[in-house]
C-alpha cells in the first residue's frame, strides 16, 4: 500500500516548488496573481458540496478542498519568503479566533442558547474589528470582490441591520415595478446610461425581496 503524505510532507512540496529547482510557473507567482486561482478554486469546492448532495460522491469534493489547501499554503510559503508570516501564523490566528468566538466551548460562558450565542459571537467580533484602520465602514468591510449580487444582499442586510433602514416587501416591489415601467421606455439603440440606472435599480430591489424572502435566488 502506498503511503500517505502528511500535512508536513505538503507543506515541503510547496516550499520545493517554490524552490530554484522546483516549477518556473509557481516560483513567479504572487499574492496578487493567485487571486483568480483563489476565487475559481473556491467556487469549484462549492460546485462539489453540490454535486455530493445530489450524489453521494466525496470523491470531487475532497480533491476541491485539496486545491484550496494548496491556496493557503501557496500563500503563506510567499509571505514566509517575504518575511511577513508563516503558516504556522496563519493556523494560530485562526485558532485563536475560534477559541476565542466560542466562550460558551472553551471559556467561562454556559449559555448554550442559539441566540445568545449569535449575539455574542457578533459582539466578539466588533471588538475584534476595534483599531483595524483598513475598515473603512461597516458597508465597505463587505468585500467589493464578490459577485455583484450577493455584495448587493450583504448590503442591504446589513443596511437593514446598522441603520433600520431597509425597505418593507411592498415598497420594494413598489419601487420594482416603477424601474420595470422605465425600462420598458428604454431603447437598447440609444445612449445606454439612464438604462443602466434603471437596470441598477431593478437588481437591488430583486435582491432586497430577495432577502426579505430569505432565499438567495440560487
Known amino acids: 500500500m502506498d503511503r500517505q503524505y502528511s500535512m508536513e510532507d505538503f507543506i515541503r512540496i510547496v516550499e520545493t516548488l517554490r524552490s530554484e529547482e522546483g516549477c518556473p510557473w509557481d516560483r513567479v507567482q504572487t499574492h496578487a496573481s493567485l487571486k483568480p486561482c483563489m476565487m475559481e478554486e473556491a467556487a469549484e469546492l462549492v460546485a462539489s458540496i453540490r454535486i455530493y448532495d445530489k450524489t453521494g460522491d466525496v470523491e470531487n469534493m475532497r480533491e476541491e478542498l485539496g486545491d484550496i489547501l494548496l491556496q493557503v499554503v501557496m500563500h503563506s510559503q510567499i509571505a514566509k519568503e ?3 508570516f508563516a ?22 460562558s454556559g449559555t448554550k442558547d442559539e441566540e445568545s450565542i449569535r449575539s455574542s459571537w457578533d459582539e466578539i467580533k466588533k471588538k475584534e474589528k476595534e483599531g483595524r484602520t483598513w475598515i473603512e465602514s461597516p458597508l465597505r468591510e463587505i468585500p467589493m470582490e464578490l459577485p455583484a ?13 446598522l ?3 431597509g425597505n418593507t416587501y411592498a415598497s420594494s416591489v413598489n419601487a420594482l415595478e416603477e424601474a420595470v415601467k422605465k425600462m420598458a421606455q428604454c431603447r437598447p439603440e440609444e445612449e445606454g446610461g439612464e438604462a443602466e440606472k434603471i437596470i ?12 426579505q424572502f430569505n432565499t438567495s435566488g440560487e
Not at 503558516?87 to 467561562?108: A, C, N, Q, T, W
Open 82 to 84: 517575504e518575511n511577513l
Open 87 to 108: 503558516l504556522e501564523d496563519v493556523i494560530d490566528e485562526i485558532s485563536r479566533k475560534m477559541i476565542r468566538r466560542h466562550p460558551h466551548v472553551f471559556g467561562e
Open 149 to 161: 449580487l450577493t455584495r448587493a444582499s450583504k448590503v442591504l442586510k446589513k443596511v437593514d441591520k
Open 163 to 165: 441603520y433600520g433602514a
Open 200 to 211: 441598477g435599480d431593478m437588481l437591488i430591489n430583486i435582491c432586497d425581496i430577495a432577502r
